[in-house]
């Protein structure tokens, strides 16, 4: 592959504007920007929580889930920074199914709301799972206004769901629990 990037400081954006992957230039704050930004961001929380101490039992294989979803976020970027182009493939929303079915079964059924915490690396899924949320957001609204594959879509959709699944995980596999709401707050405080 030819090299793509040979030069990081161009200053074609200098006055608030971008360019797309089909040379089209928009404003750096049009909805197809801001979805392709909270997906890099995504991408990037991903990339944190492969540096965080995952429990032994499960860290090779978590870290290769996780590197996949990095390249499959790639892909949707990608997707994003191109319109009308195809790139996120059904297989990879068909996979984070698969997934979520795996590591759901190996958890207890949820009797209450849980709190974003635990561990550091099952806190960090939290992040990751919230971003996620903005990042279907800004493509759900992309949507209304310009057309979009059902994929980009389906992909954080899901995915989502598989970051708090991980994260339950990630918690078990390191001797915890699950962080519990306590919506039976008692006003003595004991």
């Known amino acids: 592959m030819g090299k793509r990037l040979t030069q990081i400081a161009t200053r074609t954006g200098d006055a608030g504007t971008t360019g ?11 909805l197809r ?3 392709m930004g909270d997906v890099d961001e995504l991408n990037s ?8 101490d995952i429990p032994p039992s499960i860290a090779s294989e978590l870290k290769e889930l996780f590197s996949t979803v990095q390249h499959d976020l790639f892909d949707l970027g990608g997707e994003l920074c191109i319109p009308n182009y195809t790139l996120l493939k059904e297989e990879q929303v068909a996979q984070l199914d698969v997934w979520l079915e795996k590591y759901n079964a190996s958890l207890p059924r949820l009797e209450e709301f849980i709190l974003p915490g ?11 799972r919230t971003v996620c949320r903005r990042a279907e957001r800004s493509i759900v609204k992309l949507g209304r206004h310009e057309p979009i594959h059902d994929s980009p879509r389906q992909y954080v959709n899901r995915l989502s769901d598989l970051l708090f699944v991980l994260a339950r995980v990630l918690n ?12 039976k707050k008692d006003p003595e405080g004991s």
């Open 20 to 30: 797309l992957g089909d040379g089209q230039r928009v404003d750096k704050d049009h």
């Open 172 to 183: 078990r596999a390191a001797g915890g629990t699950d962080v519990l709401w306590n919506h």
């Open 45 to 52: 929380e991903i990339g944190v929580l492969i540096t965080e």
């Open 33 to 35: 920007i801001c979805a």
């Open 118 to 128: 635990g561990t550091r690396a099952a806190a960090q899924a939290h992040v990751c």
